[in-house]
């Protein structure tokens, strides 16, 4: 039905128009089917572009040292860890909307899981990087693994630095079983489908033998639930632990028990701007309006607004706290945020992440896709200017007057994050190219059970 003629109090549909199973494969395994078209190509040329500055970024680092970077002292930590933390968060929206959302029996999420889940991947692969690289000497990193060796020295486990290690890596690897065990099902129907015999054979190697057998399902279903389950609480402990770098310190502006909590809700804020700036021109461009309607972007745009409250209640406190302690260098800390030679950046990030989102509190907002796609790239911005924030500016200012330095990133840090946001979309659009950008076999059986409970059920 057309938003402009329906009734504000209907409920909007999860699956539009009327389709069959074999009408809801083919909307879902027609871009993987046809021609490859000149569009995509052209995106996927500047993204390899893209990651060539990244490549030329990281040779420069390894070659030269940190000392590309504009790092200095006092701002020892600047850009490489605010694009870390600033990555890391955009990847909780996959395990929130696939884990979570699975374990509470949300069904709007089975249209738009499989771009969250993937959105992981690439996000956690680019947050690892910037660690590496911040080593100094990133070919010694396997130091940070604890592993019996000859000179037995372990990882200094009061350091933050290893339990990011331990964090990242364990959330990687669960999300990618989590991804790949829900995509079985849907790499056997692609090979079963394909008229290519090189498709036949790797969506075959990768399917694992699955043939849809009522013990294959009964088996699947249970894997599935168990590494929602597992995932489940990554979501708070994997940023809550990127929190403790800055939280166990003693610089002002970063020694705050807020933290935890305050980042895990602006990872899931963050999270879901980028899903809603890939999913909004992906469905349009792929056709797959009829299975992600706009119930899932309004369902979304509510999520984005509630985590919105949070992040802006965290700010708040950060303000109240540091006024309320008297303590003159907490105190210091707010005011330097607020009116000093970063003031620009504290501001942008109030407007993108608490007042741009207060649109979404209008139904007629929150469906309409233009607004919702311009929101949802502010907010990515937004979230990048409070990571530069927390990091930059509490550093370039610290207790003594004598050791302050302005900071200015060089073309290697601005190439680092400008690589890594191509890697991204490169690596995105080769999924959107040879996997299903939503899970079929989800989708079909949300469908039947719909259809037991009738033409209400359609629309709740």
């Known amino acids: 039905m057309d938003p402009a003629i329906q009734d504000p109090l209907d409920p909007l549909p999860l699956i539009a128009g009327r389709h069959g199973d074999d009408g809801l494969t083919r909307m879902i395994f027609s871009p993987i089917w046809e021609k490859t078209r000149r569009g995509w190509w052209f995106l996927f040329v500047l993204g390899l572009g893209g990651t060539g500055v990244l490549v030329a970024a990281v040779t420069t680092t390894l070659a030269q040292g940190i000392g590309s970077w504009g790092n200095n ?3 020892a930590w600047a850009l490489g860890i605010t694009d870390f933390v600033w990555w890391i968060g955009i990847g909780h929206a996959g395990t929130l909307i696939s884990a979570i959302l699975l374990l509470f029996q949300q069904r709007w999420r089975n249209s738009i899981n499989r771009f969250a889940e993937t959105m992981t991947l690439f996000a956690v692969m680019c947050a690892g990087m910037f660690p590496v690289l911040h080593l100094g000497r990133p070919w010694f990193a396997y130091w940070l693994v604890p592993y019996p060796n000859r000179m037995n020295i372990w990882p200094q486990f009061k350091s933050a630095l290893p ?23 849907d790499l056997a129907s692609l090979r079963d489908s394909s008229h290519s015999r090189l498709r036949r054979i790797v969506y075959g190697i990768f399917a694992l033998g699955w043939r849809g057998s009522t013990r294959q399902w009964h088996h699947h279903k249970i894997a599935y639930l168990l590494l929602g389950g597992l995932a489940t609480p990554l979501v708070v402990s994997v940023h809550t632990i990127v929190s403790f770098d800055f939280a166990i310190s003693q610089l002002p502006g970063w020694h705050s028990t807020i933290f935890p909590p305050y980042f895990v809700a ?6 879901f701007g980028m899903v809603l700036t890939l999913i909004i021109p992906a469905r349009r461009v792929l056709g797959l309006e009829d299975v992600i309607t706009l119930k899932h972007i309004d369902n979304m745009n509510k999520v984005v607004l509630a985590t919105s409250m949070m992040v802006a209640y965290g700010y708040l406190m950060e303000t109240f706290i540091g006024w309320y302690s008297g303590d003159k260098n907490d105190w210091f800390a707010v005011i330097n945020r607020m009116f000093g030679p970063f003031a620009y950046m504290f501001w942008l990030l109030i407007v993108c992440n608490v007042l741009a989102p207060q649109l979404f509190w209008l139904r007629s907002i929150r469906t309409n896709l233009i607004v919702t796609w311009i929101v949802s790239v502010l907010i990515n911005v937004g979230m990048w200017s409070e990571r530069f924030v927390i990091v930059v500016v509490s550093l370039h200012r610290d207790f003594l007057p004598s050791s302050w330095a302005q900071y200015k990133p060089t073309w290697v840090d601005w190439g680092l994050l400008f690589g890594t946001v191509s890697f991204f979309g490169t690596l995105f659009l080769l999924f959107l190219r040879f996997l299903p950008a939503v899970s079929a076999t989800e989708v079909k059986e949300l469908r039947k059970e719909l259809a037991e409970h009738g033409v209400e059920a359609t629309a709740a």
Do not use: E, K, N, R
Not at 167 to 184: E, H, N, P, Q
Not at 266 to 271: D, P
């Open 266 to 271: 602006g990872a899931v804020f963050s999270g």
């Open 73 to 75: 002292i006092p701002v």
């Open 163 to 185: 339990w990011d290690v331990v964090a990242v890596s364990t959330y990687f690897t669960v999300s990618l079983l989590f991804w790949y065990v829900g995509l079985v099902p």
